[in-house]
């Protein structure tokens, strides 16, 4: 898992620096042993050991709450880790990964605002961080803040881009409105990276919408070689096929995707596969 080097800070350096580690200093060592092996449902048991035996009386105590929040986050207890969290931030001020993990669990629970704000604090204290800065880009584009994202990811571009700073500038231009800039963006992040995903799903998202149905069955096409069962890229290469009046290819495929769980894809198969008479 990528983030868990990340998230996770070893606090007990030294810890067995003494001739005999106590049981709480066991319990941690072994609770890390565990966590590096990603068995956090382990690592887990052992840190509320360490919570149970020191009654986290002490801010040096409460230390192991952080590792405990990243173990709930990993289990998806995210409103539990967001406890652990409440206590150990205010306390530990100067950790940046502390709110890069609340900042992860508040885009889990989908609260768009609160993540925006602990973006903007990380990057008070780290303002060129380009990870950070196309996280905060692509949040504003979620919250429909496309002006400020376009201005963000503008200034970006003079030092830094990629494919992820062209797709966000094209969701930009798309959420105003602004199909053809979108496109050219989409394009952008596909030159940048030809093995990107996103961008030919969203290129061939806004051709199906502007109803040029070849250019999207081209994109869908390149983006199938990339991941050749996902199912919505089969359900708008349906929708496109059906719009060309390849109705065979298009309805099974449509048909694929409805009975594999794209509830969307119901109303084309009424209206061109199974037309009522």
């Known amino acids: 898992m990528r983030w868990i080097g990340i998230l996770f800070f070893l606090f007990s ?20 042993t565990l966590f590096n ?18 009654k986290l009386k002490t801010v040096q105590q409460r230390q192991i709450l952080y590792k405990r929040a990243v173990c709930l986050f990993y289990l998806g207890e995210f409103e539990q880790a967001l406890a652990d969290l409440k206590v150990f931030i205010p306390e530990n001020q100067s950790l940046p990964r ?17 993540q925006l ?24 584009v979620e919250m429909g803040e496309n002006e400020q994202a376009l201005v963000e990811l503008k200034a970006m571009k003079q030092w830094a881009t990629d494919e992820e700073v ?26 940048t990276n030809g093995g ?42 349906g929708v496109a096929l059906v719009e060309l009046d390849r109705k065979e290819e298009g309805c099974r495929l449509l048909n694929k995707a409805f009975y594999k769980g794209i509830d969307d894809a119901g109303g084309y198969l009424e209206e061109y596969c199974f037309p009522k008479e």
């Open 117 to 140: 704000d602990d973006l903007n604090q990380l990057l008070e204290w780290d303002a060129m961080n380009i990870d950070l800065l196309k996280w905060r880009a692509g949040l504003l």
């Open 13 to 32: 350096v030294g810890l067995f620096a003494q001739t005999k580690p106590s049981k709480v200093q066991v319990a941690e060592a072994l609770g890390d």
């Open 196 to 237: 990107y995903l996103p961008a030919y799903q969203y290129a061939g998202s806004v051709c199906l919408e502007q109803g040029a149905f070849e250019l999207a069955l081209t994109y869908i096409n390149l983006a199938l070689r990339l991941d050749g069962q996902n199912l919505e890229l089969l359900f708008y290469k």
């Open 37 to 54: 092996r990603e068995d956090f449902v382990g690592a887990l048991k052992q840190y509320n050991k360490v919570a149970k035996a020191t």
């Open 166 to 191: 062209e797709l966000y500038t094209g969701l930009a231009y798309y959420g105003l409105e602004k199909p053809d800039s979108a496109l050219y963006h989409f394009d952008q992040s596909i030159l």
């Open 98 to 114: 502390a709110r890069i993990l609340r900042a992860f669990i508040y885009r889990e629970l989908g609260e768009l605002q609160l």
